[in-house]
């Protein structure tokens, strides 16, 4: 997986961020479900908890509408429905949740995950906790210290 939390990382679905993410319907049906993609792919559209967003491409020189699951509702997807290729997502969704389960037991495993992701943000580990105490941008705070250090040096 790279940097971006993408659930679906094929290259034969369609995905688009705007602000999260955003999976092709048809494209994500047909790399999950390979048999009775029609029939599934109807059972979604009819289903009132499954929010459908319907995006307008630029298809050579007309517009189409498409229809896109969000993240949450590809999720929702994922549960309701059962293939070989979602098995694995399961297990990861399983693993994530005993994750956090074992982070409200033990507190300093979060806090563990929390230096770890800051570390490969590239966030220096002083600048962790002030940052949830007192949300300050950290380039603020930088700055900030480099004029400290100028005017004493002056």
Same mark, same amino acid.
């Given at each position: 997986?790279?940097?971006?939390?993408?659930?679906?990382?094929?290259?034969?679905? &369609?995905?688009?961020?705007?602000?999260?993410?955003?999976?092709?319907?048809?494209?994500?049906? =047909?790399?999950? @479900? =390979?048999?009775?993609?029609?029939?599934?792919?109807?059972?979604?559209?009819?289903?009132? &908890?499954?929010?459908?967003? =319907?995006?307008?491409?630029?298809?050579?020189?007309?517009?189409?509408?498409?229809?896109?699951?969000?993240?949450?509702?590809?999720?929702?997807?994922?549960?309701?429905?059962?293939?070989?290729?979602?098995?694995?997502?399961?297990?990861? @969704?399983?693993?994530?949740?005993?994750?956090?389960?074992?982070?409200?037991? $033990?507190?300093?495993?979060?806090?563990?995950?929390?230096?770890?992701?800051?570390?490969?943000?590239?966030?220096?580990?002083? $600048?962790? @906790?002030? =940052?949830?105490?007192?949300?300050?941008?950290?380039?603020?705070?930088?700055?900030? &210290?480099?004029?400290?250090?100028?005017?004493?040096?002056?």
């Amino acid at each position: 997986m790279t940097n971006d939390p993408k659930l679906l990382n094929s290259p034969s679905v &369609e995905v688009i961020f705007d602000k999260q993410w955003y999976y092709n319907l048809t494209d994500t049906v =047909k790399y999950l @479900f =390979k048999k009775d993609t029609i029939s599934i792919l109807n059972e979604i559209l009819n289903n009132k &908890e499954i929010e459908i967003h =319907k995006m307008r491409r630029r298809n050579d020189e007309n517009y189409i509408t498409i229809d896109y699951l969000d993240t949450y509702n590809l999720i929702k997807v994922l549960l309701i429905y059962n293939s070989p290729k979602i098995k694995d997502i399961k297990l990861w @969704f399983a693993s994530i949740i005993l994750e956090r389960i074992n982070e409200i037991i $033990y507190p300093e495993i979060a806090l563990d995950r929390l230096k770890t992701i800051n570390a490969k943000k590239g966030n220096q580990y002083k $600048y962790i @906790f002030q =940052k949830k105490e007192n949300p300050i941008d950290i380039e603020v705070l930088t700055n900030q &210290e480099i004029l400290d250090e100028e005017i004493s040096i002056k």
